[in-house]
């Protein structure tokens, strides 16, 4: 973080300092929410959770080397008291980002935002240093605390976005005003407590309404709901897609043997070929995103292609490809799952596993709402449609809706199977595994399928021995 006082940062948030005998003491390191992650110069933001109150490890975080404390009542130890540390925490976001003038980029969208950012990230920074949301710490605390590790040397601060609910999109943009907008796309995530895709629509499109008229919304033009959002933005729009009509797109599109996306990419400033290291088609519809970011901001098509074909996975457990000693490929994609994204699984299995048996290890998708039924019995009968060789419904109620999609559109019989949990799943794998074997492991966060994954990487050596 740029180094900014204690006088200066209470004056910011509208706090009351308590306990702090210089107020020109700076703070110059990290804002935490964790006192274990506290460093020497830090500012640890005690907030108040279900189960641990920050405001009980303040003494704890200023022995670790915090300057102070952004807290809710006085703390016994130096500390800047206010009504509420969340929106403190943001008003400190918002100056932060103004004072600096860096470039910021924001990406929102139904599904592939954090694989969409890691790319552009990478990119970006071959260009000029660059700043952005680790993981998916995408919401009101986590996009303040990305924001303010930014230093007077950031050019790119790239901020993924997610939403829960109309209205959020626009309080984080609020918070830090984004020059180039990027929307990805409009999916199912979340239907169940947006209430439909025109929702969702409406929500996402909050971020080309926050965009200056010197700035630039990046728009999908293969995905009509955000081509339609060209008409909520005064900022110029550049379309990306495999349309015809994209301003950066991408022809003769295929996947190497091993399940990897290779393509020409175009964009107004020439073309170049991509071959990228990621696995699955779905990401060239990410690369082209960042490619026209990175385009905007003045690559050129042969800068963009060389990045893009080097970037790799920054985020766990998005299509994180592990091979063991004994051919078998375990891919853990057990980070999030929704509709399209299960679906783009799926074929990437189906490409990776060409000539291999393929095992679909699947749990429950959440928050589809009156969707779900429908969704988990598409996705069990794609499986089918695409000769995974077994699927493994994990779980509970929409997990057998998965085997029962998978059953009915193919009779499978023993080729689908619903198991309890995850250890139920590790199970059977370990007893039927055999060497060259391909497994796919999806599911929403909650149900924790990447304990699986996990399992079935530590037992490599047994399951090698047999």
């Keep these: 973080m740029i180094a900014l006082s204690l006088a200066e940062i209470a004056s910011v948030v509208g706090g009351q300092t308590h306990d702090i005998p210089d107020p020109s003491a700076q703070v110059h390191g990290p804002v935490v929410i964790d006192s274990r992650q506290v460093k020497d110069g830090s500012l640890f933001a005690a907030f108040v959770g279900e189960r641990v109150d920050g405001h009980d490890y303040a003494d704890q975080a200023v022995r670790a080397g915090a300057v102070a404390v952004l807290a809710q009542r006085p703390v016994g130890v130096p500390s800047i008291v206010v009504d509420d540390v969340q929106t403190a925490l943001g008003a400190l976001a918002r100056?932060?980002?103004?004072?600096?003038?860096?470039?910021?980029?924001?990406?929102?969208?139904?599904?592939?935002?954090?694989?969409?950012?890691d790319l552009i990230a990478q990119v970006l920074r071959r260009k000029a240093p660059t700043?952005?949301?680790?993981?998916?710490?995408?919401?009101?605390?986590?996009?303040?605390?990305?924001?303010?590790?930014?230093?007077?040397?950031?050019?790119?601060?790239?901020?993924?976005?997610?939403?829960?609910?109309?209205?959020?999109?626009?309080?984080?943009?609020?918070?830090?005003?984004p020059k180039i907008g990027l929307v990805l796309n409009v999916g199912s995530a979340h239907i169940g407590e947006f209430g439909g895709r025109e929702q969702i629509a409406q929500a996402k499109g909050e971020l080309v309404e926050a965009l200056p008229e010197e700035g630039a919304a990046i728009l999908n033009a293969d995905d009509p709901l955000v081509r339609a959002m060209a008409s909520r933005t005064k900022a110029k729009v550049i379309l990306f897609?495999?349309?015809?009509?994209?301003?950066?797109?991408?022809?003769?599109?295929?996947?190497?043997?091993?399940?990897?996306?290779?393509?020409?990419?175009?964009?107004?400033?020439?073309?170049?070929?991509?071959?990228?290291?990621?696995?699955?088609?779905?990401?060239?519809?990410?690369?082209?995103?960042?490619?026209?970011v990175a385009h905007e901001l003045g690559?050129?098509?042969?800068?963009?292609?060389?990045?893009?074909?080097?970037?790799?996975?920054?985020?766990?457990?998005?299509?994180?490809?592990?091979?063991?000693?004994?051919?078998?490929?375990?891919?853990?994609?057990?980070?999030?799952?929704?509709?399209?994204s299960m679906r783009a699984a799926l074929r990437a299995l189906a490409a990776m596993g060409k000539g291999r048996r393929t095992w679909a290890v699947l749990g429950k998708m959440a928050e589809l709402g009156d969707e779900a039924l429908a969704e988990h019995d598409a996705v069990g009968r794609l499986a089918v449609r695409l000769n995974v060789g077994k699927l493994v419904a994990v779980g509970g109620r929409e997990a057998s809706w998965l085997q029962?999609?998978?059953?009915?559109?193919g009779s499978w019989g023993e080729e689908s199977v619903h198991v309890s949990d995850a250890q139920a799943a590790v199970d059977l794998l370990r007893s039927e595994l055999r060497p060259g074997d391909v497994v796919l492991v999806k599911a929403s966060r909650s149900v924790g399928l990447e304990s699986v994954a996990e399992a079935l990487l530590d037992a490599e050596g047994e399951v090698a021995a047999r």
Aim: no cysteine.
């Design 95 to 117: 100056h932060v980002v103004r004072r600096l003038g860096a470039t910021l980029v924001a990406l929102t969208g139904s599904a592939g935002k954090t694989s969409t950012k």
């Design 131 to 177: 700043v952005f949301t680790p993981g998916s710490l995408n919401n009101e605390i986590g996009l303040p605390l990305t924001a303010l590790t930014a230093t007077e040397e950031t050019k790119f601060l790239v901020l993924e976005m997610g939403a829960r609910g109309i209205g959020h999109i626009s309080y984080l943009t609020d918070l830090t005003p």
């Design 241 to 292: 897609g495999e349309s015809g009509e994209a301003d950066v797109r991408a022809e003769n599109v295929r996947l190497t043997d091993s399940g990897q996306p290779a393509f020409l990419l175009h964009t107004p400033s020439g073309a170049s070929e991509v071959t990228m290291r990621l696995y699955g088609e779905h990401h060239v519809s990410n690369a082209l995103a960042a490619a026209a």
């Design 299 to 340: 690559m050129s098509a042969t800068e963009i292609a060389t990045a893009l074909s080097e970037a790799g996975s920054l985020s766990r457990w998005r299509m994180e490809v592990t091979e063991r000693p004994d051919g078998v490929t375990i891919v853990n994609d057990a980070y999030n799952a929704n509709p399209e």
């Design 404 to 409: 029962l999609g998978a059953y009915n559109e």
